[in-house]
C-alpha cells in the first residue's frame, strides 16, 4: 500500500523522518536530494552574476585611480605654471594662435555662406512667385543673388554649381518681369500696386523713371491691342482696351514722377540685406549668414536716380503715348473688325466705344476729342456698311440652291404631285393653334415641296440676316446720348454741341446705313434678275414635256420669293423694294406651261369643227321667236373643260394672272385660227344633203329637188352659224384677253362675219348676247382659273 511522502521541509529534525516506514523515509531522501540539487543550482548561478559585478567594480575602481593619478598630475602642472609671466605667455600665444586660426578659416565661411545664401535665392523667388508676395521683395531677392553671384564668380571653386543655379535664376527673372507685366497692364490694378511694381522693374533691370515710363506705356499699348485681337467677345474687349487706354493716362498722371519718385527714395534708406522682409525668409537664413556674406552684398543699398523725371518731360511723353496709343487702338479695331460678320456685335461696341469717349476722352491730352469721335463713328460706319453689302450679296446662295435642285432633277426627277386631299401618314400638330396643320394644308395648297422649301429656307436665311439691320437702325435711333453728353464735363469746349452730336448719332448715322442697306439690296435684287433670266432662258430655249415640272417649280420659287420681298423693308415708311420678278421676265415660263396646257384641247375642238357637217342638234332647245341659241355646243363647253381640267393638272396655283393672260392670248389665237376655217367652209356648204321626198313618197321633180336641197342647206349653215356666234361670244367671254385690243378686235370681226352669215339683226344680237351672259354667270365658277 502506497503511503503519501510528507513534506520533508515541514519537519522540525531529523529524527522526524525516521517516525515513518521505510519506503517513505526513501521517498523522503530522494524528495531531499532533489530539493538539494535545485538549490545548488540557484546557488551556483547566484554566485556567478555576483563575481561579474565584482569583476566590473574593481575594474572602475583601477580605472578611477588612473585618471586620479592623471588628474594630480595635471594639477601639480598646473600649480607650477600658475605664474605671472607664464601667463602672460601663454595668453599671447593663444592670441596668435586665434588669429592664425580665424584668417585661415575666413575664406572658408565666406564662400559656405554666400554660396548657401546664393542657393537658396531660387527656392526663396520660387515660393514667393507661387503665392501672392509683392514683385518688389522679390526684385530685392534677385539683386541680393547678383551679388553674390558676382562675389562666387571671383572665387577659384564652385563657379560650375554657381552657373547652374545663376541660369536658373535668369528663368525666374523672366518670369518676375512676366508677373510685373502682368500687374503693369491690368486696369483693375490698384495704384500703390502700379508703383510697387514699378519700383520691382526698376530695380530688375537697373532702369531709370522715364524708362519705366516708357516701359509702363509699352505694357499698356500691347495689351489693348492684345485684347482687339482677341475673337470672342469683340463689344466687351474693344471697350476694356479703350477704358486701358484712358486708365493709362490717369496712372501716368497720378504716378509720375513725383509717387514713384517717393517710392525709389525709400529703397536708399537702408541696405537690402537689412530689410525685415528681406530677413523674415527663412530659406536665406540672414540671422547665421549676414555676417559672412561679404561687406559688398551685406551693406548694399540701391542708388536710383528718382529725380531723374521732371513733370514736364512726362507730360510730354504721355502726350506722345496718346496719339500711338489712339492710332494702335484705331487699327486694332479695324483689324478685329474686318474679322467680324456679326452686326449686333459691331453696334453694340459702337455704342459702348462712343460713350465710353465722350465720358472720358478728354483725359487724354495732346487729341482732339470731336476728331477721335468722328474717326470712331467712320470705323464703325463702314464695317456696318461692309456687313450689310456683303450679307447682301449672299443672295447669290439662293441661285446656287435653285441650280443645284434643278440639276439633281435631271437625274432623279421631282415631279410628285400631292393631293391636298390624301391622307398623310404623319398626324399633324394640334398644338399652339393648330399652326402645323395650318402650315401643311397651305405647303400642299401652294405645292411646296422640298425643293421648293429648300430655295424658299435659303431666301429666308437671307431675308433674317438682312432683317437683322433693321433692328440695328432702329435701337441707334432709339438710343438717348442726352444723359451722355451732360456728363461730359467738356462738352462746353467741344466744337459739337448737344443737338449736333445727337443728330450725327442718332439720325445721320442710321439713316448712312439704311441708304447703303437699301443700294446692296437692289444691286442685290437686280443681280437676282440677271441669275433668273440666265436660268429661264436656258430652260425655255427648248421645251419638252418632261421639262414642265421644272417650269412649274421655277414659277413656284419666284411666287415665293417674291411674296417675301416686300418684307424687306427697314421702315414702316420706306419705299417697298420693286420685284425682280418682272412679267416680261416670266412670260417665256408662263408660255412654255400655256402652249403645252392648251395643245389637248385645241386639238380635240379642231377636230370637234371638222366633223361638224350635219345641222345643230341641239337646235331644239333653242329659244324665243325666231328660236336662239341658249347655249354653247358640246365641242366649246368640253373645250374649256378639257381647258381647265389641264391647266389643273400643272397646279392651279403656278397659274398667276399674267400667266392665264398669256395662255389666254396663245389660246385665243389658236381658236381664231379654227373659226376662221370653220367659217370658210361654212361658205362652201354642206355635203350630201338629205333628199327630201313629197308626202306621197313620190319623188320630186329634179329643179323642186334642187331648190329644196338649196334651202335646206342655206337653214343648216344659217344654224350652225348661229351656233358657232354663241360659242364665239361665250368662249370670247373666258379667252378675251384684258387690254388686248388686237385680239379683242380680230374676235369682233369674226362675230361680225359668222353674224352677218348666219342674217342675225340686231335684236337677234342683242338677244344672243343676253343668253350668252345668262349662262355665263351659270357656269363661271366651272372655269374659275380661266376668270
Not at 519700383?199 to 515710363?213: G, H, K, Q, R
Not at 516701359?215 to 499698356?220: E, S, T, Y
Not at 443645284?404 to 435631271?410: A, C, G, R
Not at 424687306?568 to 396646257?597: N, W, Y
Request: with cysteine; glycine share 4%.
Amino acid at each position: 500500500m502506497a503511503t503519501e511522502a510528507p513534506d520533508p521541509r515541514t519537519f522540525k529534525s531529523w529524527e522526524d523522518a525516521f517516525q515513518f516506514p521505510i519506503p517513505v523515509v526513501r521517498k523522503l531522501e530522494k524528495q531531499l536530494r532533489s530539493n538539494a540539487g535545485e538549490n545548488r543550482e540557484k546557488l551556483r548561478s547566484l554566485v556567478g552574476a555576483s563575481y561579474r559585478d565584482l569583476l566590473d567594480t574593481a575594474e572602475t575602481i583601477i580605472d578611477m585611480e588612473l585618471r586620479m593619478e592623471q588628474v594630480e598630475a595635471k594639477l601639480a602642472r598646473v600649480g607650477q605654471n600658475c605664474n605671472s609671466r607664464g601667463v602672460d605667455r601663454i595668453l599671447g600665444n593663444a592670441a596668435g594662435l586665434g588669429t592664425q586660426l580665424r584668417s585661415r578659416d575666413m575664406d572658408r565661411y565666406t564662400f559656405a555662406s554666400q554660396l548657401s545664401v546664393f542657393r537658396s535665392c531660387p527656392t526663396a523667388m520660387s515660393r514667393l512667385m507661387r503665392g501672392d508676395a509683392p514683385c518688389l521683395l522679390i526684385a530685392k531677392v534677385l539683386v541680393i543673388s547678383r551679388l553674390l553671384y558676382k562675389a562666387l564668380s571671383q572665387a577659384k571653386k564652385g563657379n560650375s554649381f554657381a552657373d547652374h543655379t545663376w541660369n536658373r535664376l535668369g528663368s525666374l527673372r523672366r518670369k518676375l518681369l512676366l508677373r510685373i507685366n502682368k500687374q503693369l497692364a491690368s486696369a483693375a490694378s490698384d495704384t500703390s500696386v502700379l508703383v510697387e511694381a514699378m519700383c520691382a522693374y526698376s530695380l530688375a533691370t537697373s532702369s531709370t523713371p522715364t524708362d519705366v515710363l516708357r516701359h509702363f506705356h509699352h505694357v499698356r499699348l500691347e495689351e489693348a491691342v492684345h485684347l482687339l485681337q482677341t475673337s470672342q467677345d469683340l463689344a466687351a474687349n474693344g471697350v476694356t482696351a479703350l477704358r486701358l487706354c484712358l486708365k493709362t493716362c490717369q496712372d501716368t498722371s497720378t504716378i509720375f514722377p513725383r509717387r514713384l519718385a517717393e517710392s525709389l527714395a525709400k529703397l536708399k534708406t537702408q541696405p537690402l540685406a537689412q530689410d525685415p522682409d528681406v530677413r523674415a525668409l527663412y530659406e536665406l537664413n540672414l540671422d547665421i549668414h549676414d555676417r559672412w556674406i561679404g561687406d559688398e552684398a551685406r551693406n548694399y543699398t540701391p542708388q536710383p536716380r528718382h529725380d531723374e523725371l521732371q513733370r514736364t518731360e512726362a507730360e510730354k511723353l504721355l502726350s506722345q503715348w496718346s496719339k500711338q496709343a489712339i492710332f494702335a487702338f484705331q487699327e486694332g479695331t479695324k483689324a478685329a473688325l474686318s474679322q467680324t460678320t456679326d452686326l449686333k456685335a459691331v453696334a453694340s461696341l459702337r455704342r459702348d466705344l462712343i460713350e465710353t469717349w465722350i465720358l472720358s476722352g478728354s483725359r487724354m491730352p495732346g487729341l482732339q476729342p470731336a476728331q477721335v469721335l468722328d474717326d470712331l463713328r467712320d470705323t464703325m460706319n463702314a464695317q456696318l456698311k461692309h456687313i450689310v453689302r456683303s450679307r447682301a450679296q449672299t443672295l447669290r446662295t439662293v441661285v446656287l440652291e435653285l441650280t443645284s435642285v434643278l440639276q439633281e432633277w435631271s437625274t432623279s426627277g421631282n415631279d410628285q404631285i400631292i393631293s391636298l386631299w390624301e391622307t398623310s401618314s404623319t398626324p399633324g400638330g394640334l398644338s399652339d393653334g393648330a399652326q402645323g396643320f395650318k402650315t401643311s394644308i397651305l405647303n400642299t395648297y401652294q405645292r411646296r415641296d422640298e425643293a421648293v422649301l429648300r430655295v424658299v429656307s435659303a431666301f429666308d436665311r437671307w431675308t433674317d440676316s438682312i432683317l437683322e439691320v433693321k433692328v440695328i437702325v432702329k435701337n441707334m435711333k432709339e438710343t438717348r446720348w442726352d444723359d451722355t453728353f451732360a456728363e461730359d464735363v467738356d462738352d462746353s469746349d467741344d466744337e459739337f454741341g448737344l443737338d449736333s452730336k445727337e443728330s450725327l448719332l442718332s439720325e445721320d448715322d442710321p439713316a448712312l446705313l439704311e441708304e447703303t442697306t437699301q443700294e446692296a439690296l437692289r444691286d442685290s435684287l437686280h443681280n437676282l434678275r440677271k441669275s433668273f433670266a440666265q436660268i429661264i432662258s436656258q430652260l425655255t430655249s427648248d421645251v419638252e414635256v418632261s421639262d414642265l415640272p421644272q417650269v412649274t417649280f421655277l414659277l413656284r420659287a419666284v411666287r415665293e420669293i417674291a411674296d417675301r420681298i416686300p418684307t424687306l423693308r427697314l421702315q414702316d415708311k420706306s419705299a417697298v423694294l420693286s420685284s425682280p420678278f418682272t412679267p416680261e421676265l416670266l412670260a417665256p415660263l408662263h408660255a412654255a406651261l400655256a402652249k403645252q396646257a392648251i395643245d389637248r384641247s385645241m386639238k380635240s375642238y379642231s377636230k370637234a369643227l371638222k366633223s361638224r357637217t350635219s345641222g345643230v342638234k341641239g337646235h331644239i332647245l333653242w329659244e324665243g321667236n325666231p328660236p336662239l341659241p341658249a347655249q354653247p355646243s358640246p365641242s366649246a363647253f368640253r373645250l374649256l373643260q378639257q381647258l381647265v381640267k389641264d391647266m389643273a393638272a400643272y397646279g392651279s396655283d403656278v397659274w398667276a394672272p399674267e400667266g392665264v393672260q398669256i395662255l389666254k392670248s396663245l389660246a385665243i389665237e389658236e381658236i381664231s385660227k379654227l373659226w376662221k376655217q370653220a367659217l370658210d367652209t361654212s361658205n362652201h356648204g354642206v355635203k350630201g344633203p338629205p333628199k327630201p321626198s313629197s308626202d306621197t313618197g313620190e319623188e320630186l321633180p329634179a329643179e323642186d329637188q334642187k331648190e329644196d336641197q338649196a334651202a335646206m342647206a342655206t337653214e343648216l349653215i344659217g344654224e350652225r352659224l348661229k351656233q358657232l356666234v354663241f360659242d364665239m361670244l361665250y368662249l370670247q367671254r373666258y379667252l378675251g384677253v384684258r387690254g388686248g385690243s388686237d385680239s379683242l378686235a380680230s374676235l369682233d370681226s369674226l362675230v361680225k362675219v359668222a353674224s352677218d352669215a348666219s342674217l342675225l339683226d340686231d335684236s337677234m344680237m342683242v338677244r344672243l348676247r343676253k343668253n350668252v351672259s345668262e349662262y355665263w354667270r351659270k357656269t363661271y365658277l366651272m372655269f374659275a382659273l380661266l376668270s
